[in-house]
């Protein structure tokens, strides 16, 4: 298998104002996102542990490289090409949580899941995540 390199990094302006992103790359294909994203799929792919997968930091590294390439291609490869993770307001889910007891979204991705469980378009790359 090819190892997935990462590395974080800063962007923005220098004076605080900027965000930190890691990258993923595999080969000559590099993927990126927010750490705060990978911070959360970290969490996610933790919660799975009873799975079949090696639980291990190449694992991990492996499948979020698997999913924001899998993503990437879905909306054209380009940083600019939009985002097809469309998604009710957060108030809205709140108030799901709060009043009705929801546990299980039918149409999320490992980027954009607010429940435990979901289901998604991408079982192949998502399921690592939950």
């Known amino acids: 298998t090819n190892h997935v390199r990462v590395r974080t990094f800063d962007v923005g302006d220098g004076g605080g104002g900027g965000a930190r992103k890691v990258?993923?790359?595999?080969?000559?294909?590099?993927?990126?996102?927010?750490?705060?994203?990978?911070?959360?799929?970290?969490?996610m792919y933790a919660r799975t542990g009873g799975s079949k997968h090696v639980r291990d930091e190449e694992a991990f590294e492996r499948a979020v490289f698997c999913v924001l390439a899998r993503y990437a291609?879905?909306?054209?490869?380009?940083?600019?090409?939009?985002?097809?993770q469309a998604s009710i307001p957060p108030a809205v889910f709140d108030a799901l949580f709060e009043h009705f007891d929801v546990s299980h979204e039918m149409f999320a991705s490992p980027l954009n899941a607010r429940c435990d469980t979901f289901c998604s378009a991408s079982d192949a790359t998502d399921r690592a995540f939950g």
Request: some cysteine; aromatic content about 6%; glycine content about 10%.
């Open 23 to 43: 990258e993923l790359a595999c080969g000559k294909v590099k993927v990126e996102v927010n750490a705060t994203h990978f911070r959360k799929l970290r969490a």
């Open 73 to 84: 291609s879905l909306q054209g490869t380009h940083y600019k090409a939009g985002n097809m």
